[in-house]
T-cell receptor
Framework: NAGVTQTPKFRVLKTGQSMTLLCAQD?????MYWYRQDPGMGLRLIHY???????AKGEVPDGYNVSRLKKQNFLLGLESAAPSQTSVYFC???????????FGSGTRLTVV | AQSVAQPEDQVNVAEGNPLTVKCTYS??????LFWYVQYPNRGLQFLLK??????LVKGSYGFEAEFNKSQTSFHLKKPSALVSDSALYFC?????????????FGSGTQLTVLP
């Protein structure tokens, strides 16, 4: 059972470049989330989705866009990468907001 | 606004000794509380949660946590630590009935179990 799969695992971007991070889950979860993890700051919610075709802003949405065209996939896009977006990005999914989350293994992104 | 505090960035304990990782919270309303563990280069793994009921919650890998409403705390405990318990631990809180946006994570506590 795969759980939550994130691709790619590592990426280096130049300032101004764009990229898309893919998250896929095979647990039929309704809710999906994108977080960023920075040292000493815990996890901060970027965007989330409560079902196919829906998205909503989290705590730190600026500079990111998301799409959830299929229930199992949640894409995170960076249109014009900035060094401040250097971080580790985690995708998670759950049956609902009161349930425990299942996390992917993360994407380490460096913007130079 | 809700918040979570993990007052210790680092906790060291000898193998076989009991361990405690502290967490205090602040919410307007009844809290739902969670503990997650993160091993190096891995995503977070769910350990346990408190929603309602018994204040002592048992979770994965022998961990347990005690909900204390008067002290607004939810400390993670284990009677006998293992070297393999060494990891980064996160406490999280949301208010009962809150939206998916409202799960707040603490900054994490690095637990090191010394052989």
């Amino acid at each position: 059972n795969a759980g939550v799969t994130q691709t790619p695992k590592f990426r280096v971007l130049k300032t101004g470049q764009s990229m898309t991070l893919l998250c896929a889950q095979d647990m039929n979860h309704e809710y999906m989330y994108w977080y960023r993890q920075d040292p000493g700051m815990g996890l901060r919610l970027i965007h989330y989705s409560v079902g196919e075709g829906t998205t909503a802003k989290g705590e730190v949405p600026d500079g990111y866009n998301v799409s959830r065209l299929k229930k199992q996939n949640f894409l995170l896009g960076l249109e014009s990468a900035a060094p401040s977006q250097t971080s580790v990005y985690f995708c998670a999914s759950s049956y609902g907001p009161q349930k425990g989350y299942t996390f992917g293994s993360g994407t380490r992104l460096t913007v130079v | 606004a809700q918040s979570v505090a993990q007052p210790e960035d680092q906790v060291n304990v000898a193998e076989g000794n009991p361990l405690t990782v502290k967490c205090t919270y602040s919410v307007s309303g009844n809290p739902y509380l969670f503990w997650y563990v993160q091993y190096p280069n891995r995503g977070l793994q769910f350990l346990l949660k408190y929603i309602t009921g018994d204040n002592l919650v048992k979770g994965s890998y022998g961990f347990e946590a005690e909900f204390n409403k008067s002290q607004t705390s939810f400390h993670l405990k284990k009677p006998s630590a293992l070297v393999s318990d060494s990891a980064l631990y996160f406490c999280a809180v949301r208010v009962a009935g809150g939206s998916a946006r409202q799960l707040t994570f603490g900054s994490g506590t690095q637990l090191t179990v010394l052989p």
